[in-house]
T-cell receptor, first 113, second 117 residues
Framework: GNSVTQMEGPVTLSEEAFLTINCTYTATGYPSLFWYVQYPGEGLQLLLKATKADDKGSNKGFEATYRKETTSFHLEKGSVQVSDSAVYFC????????????FGTGTRLLVSP | SAVISQKPSRDICQRGTSLTIQCQVDSQVTMMFWYRQQPGQSLTLIAT?????????ESGFVIDKFPISRPNLTFSTLTVSNMSPEDSSIYLC??????????????FGPGTRLTVL
């Protein structure tokens, strides 16, 4: 079945450091890929998405590129801020299961001043 | 994107009782979903709420434990029945991307934090 694997957290960084959160997936066909963010005490927000190979999703300085050859969708940001502290979830949507989302385990990011 | 509200935002319940969670969307949507997020865990899909017909449950979830209603295109309820402490989780509803996004996006409500004693 479909699955998403994320690097374990927490990831602890200083402000302005470079961020990478790894995400790999297993799926049949050509899934759509997503990053969701959950700030403390809040619900999930869609951060960015990519729907086909080599697509790059970007938002709020975050980027992720859909790499079919390595089945990966790593999240990156060049300079993190304290306000980026949150839990980040990688997810996929299999086109055969209409809009069903399969989530990774989530990675907690802690950014210190 | 759609504005999604959930009631209650949190509750503390006694074991053996039931709680009904409401999800309201500010626009008509075809697809509505219910997820569970256990403490420190990821999200797991419970079921797809179908308007006018029975919900479609994922493996490991049954209608007797999690009955769902979907009376129209803007509203759904999830009931957690005969609760035990293992049901302590955040329950989230989401809607399909037709509500302001592309077809394969989902937008989430703020969640209901349930604690069962």
């Amino acid at each position: 079945g479909n699955s998403v694997t994320q690097m374990e957290g927490p990831v602890t960084l200083s402000e302005e450091a470079f961020l990478t959160i790894n995400c790999t997936y297993t799926a049949t066909g050509y899934p759509s890929l997503f990053w969701y963010v959950q700030y403390p005490g809040e619900g999930l927000q869609l951060l960015l998405k990519a729907t086909k190979a080599d697509d790059k999703g970007s938002n709020k300085g975050f980027e992720a590129t859909y790499r079919k050859e390595t089945t990966s969708f790593h999240l990156e940001k060049g300079s993190v801020q304290v306000s980026d502290s949150a839990v980040y979830f990688c997810a996929l949507s299999d086109r055969t299961g209409f809009q069903k989302l399969v989530f990774g385990t989530g990675t907690r990011l802690l950014v210190s001043p | 994107s759609a504005v999604i509200s959930q009631k209650p935002s949190r509750d503390i319940c006694q074991r053996g009782t039931s709680l009904t969670i409401q999800c309201q969307v500010d626009s008509q949507v075809t697809m509505m979903f219910w997820y569970r997020q256990q403490p420190g865990q990821s999200l797991t899909l419970i079921a797809t709420a179908n308007q006018g017909s029975e919900a479609t449950y994922e493996s490991g979830f049954v209608i007797d434990k999690f009955p769902i209603s979907r009376p129209n295109l803007t509203f759904s309820t999830l009931t957690v029945s005969n609760m035990s402490p293992e049901d302590s989780s955040i329950y989230l509803c989401s809607v399909g991307g037709e509500a302001g996004g592309s077809y394969n996006e989902q937008f989430f409500g703020p969640g209901t934090r349930l604690t069962v004693l």
